[in-house]
């Protein structure tokens, strides 16, 4: 399950709520641009962000090694106006675009969110998230235990391509689970901390102890699961 990064780079677009801005991650091969251009509309992309990047590998056999992630970016656009469509490229890929929710004194119709959690890699997971693409959600919370990688690190990878259809233009917000923690211990020593994958990959709500405390404050509200697919949409959360 492993993917050679060269077939499509850059890859594995996720957008994530972030102060009065937006955060977008990806990952390439290590060419490429590492900024994003950015404007209110398609062919006036006149804002340029500078990302800062990362890499990780492991070695040992039951982290899937040898392993080597492409280079993951990640980049802070803001400010970022509310209530506004903004459309972004990373060098010469797919002009791609999300919405900034209006501010909350103006917010006067329901919100539709889509709830998931253990959403895994299967056929299963595929149609959640296409389900999740045409109910027109304004944001994804996936509450606890992501790719199921369970230490193999090729299937964080796997798990972006995954979400990356609707995670390129929709907030995708993740909080970490206990399959997330891939301890030094089970996954070696190569991974150097608890939730290492995890937190390299910013797959985290962003406050002060991301991945390595996250698992220990999810809460849900308002869930019901259909069979094979952990979601609903809603028009509130708590």
Known sequence: ESYDLSISSPQQFRLAFSGAGM?????????????VKVGTTAKALSTSFQ??????????????????????HSVHMRPLLPGTTYYYQVGDSTVRSFAMPPSAEIQRTPVQIGLIGDLGQTQDSNETVYH???????????????????????????YGQLAEPLAATT????????????????CG??????????????????HKHPCLTSHTHTSTCALTSAPHQHINSISACC
């Open 23 to 35: 955060r977008l991650s990806w990952i390439d091969s290590g060419t490429g641009g590492t900024d």
């Open 51 to 72: 990302s800062t990047s990362t890499s990780y590998k492991c070695d040992e056999r039951q982290c899937g090694g040898p392993y080597k992630s492409g280079r993951i």
């Open 189 to 206: 020593s190569s991974l150097n901390h608890t939730f290492a994958a995890c937190t390299i990959r910013r797959l985290h709500l962003e």
């Open 171 to 186: 907030a995708w917000m993740t909080v970490a689970g206990n399959h997330e923690i891939e301890s030094p211990d089970s």
């Open 132 to 158: 999740l693409l045409a109910s027109d959600v304004a944001v994804v919370i996936h509450a606890g235990d992501l790719s199921y990688a369970d230490c193999y690190q090729p299937r964080w990878d796997t």
